[in-house]
């Protein structure tokens, strides 16, 4: 399948670290507002363990979408049991379809995406049990960075662009 609305967002720390029990690594508010401006009025698809992880659920302003065989019938939302259900029905579309993790869905997303919207947190997390795969990102080529200093870690972070070879 081969279409160029599809997009990864994610934030990583220096070695990949994503998440650990079901939950981000740190609540960065500067992220957390980037992440809204480029996935508002847009479509965001993401896999069942980040579904439930979500304080607010759906995200508002936005098309929600699932990949689950186990969750149905939720409402508002779209739920696909397949990877390449979701895949088929986003490439349909004309706005840009973000997919918002976890682990697993990156994993499989990242053999399509044209693009990625990378956050890297400039610190190590101590505990960690889902990553993102950066050596996939000799895949793409980095297109911009902006580094900002974010008070509530303590850290820096930079917000990296990257788009496929
Ligand atoms: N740092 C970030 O930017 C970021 C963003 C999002 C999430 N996270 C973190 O990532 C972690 C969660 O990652 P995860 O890998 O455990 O979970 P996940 O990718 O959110 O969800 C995995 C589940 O999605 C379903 N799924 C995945 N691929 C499928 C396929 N091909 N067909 C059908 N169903 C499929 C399965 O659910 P069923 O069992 O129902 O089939 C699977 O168990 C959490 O710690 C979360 O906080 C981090």
Known sequence: MNCNNLSIIVAVDLRGAIGYKNNLLWHIPED???????????????????WLS???????NRENIIIS?????????????TFSDALKYCC????????IGGEK???QAINF?????????????N?????????SLRHFYLISEKKTFSENIQAYIAFEV????
């Open 32 to 50: 957390l507002k980037y992440f809204k401006s480029l996935t508002i009025n847009n479509t965001v698809i993401m896999g069942k363990n980040t």
């Open 54 to 60: 979500l304080p607010v659920k759906p995200l508002p």
């Open 69 to 81: 065989t186990s969750l149905k019938n939720i409402p508002n939302v779209l739920v696909f049991s």
């Open 92 to 99: 349909k579309k004309n706005n840009e379809c973000f997919f």
């Open 105 to 107: 869905i990156y994993k």
């Open 113 to 125: 995406v044209d693009n990625i919207y990378l956050t890297r947190i400039l610190k190590e997390a």
């Open 127 to 135: 505990h960690a049990d889902a990553f993102f795969p950066l050596d």
């Open 162 to 165: 990257y788009k496929r070879k």
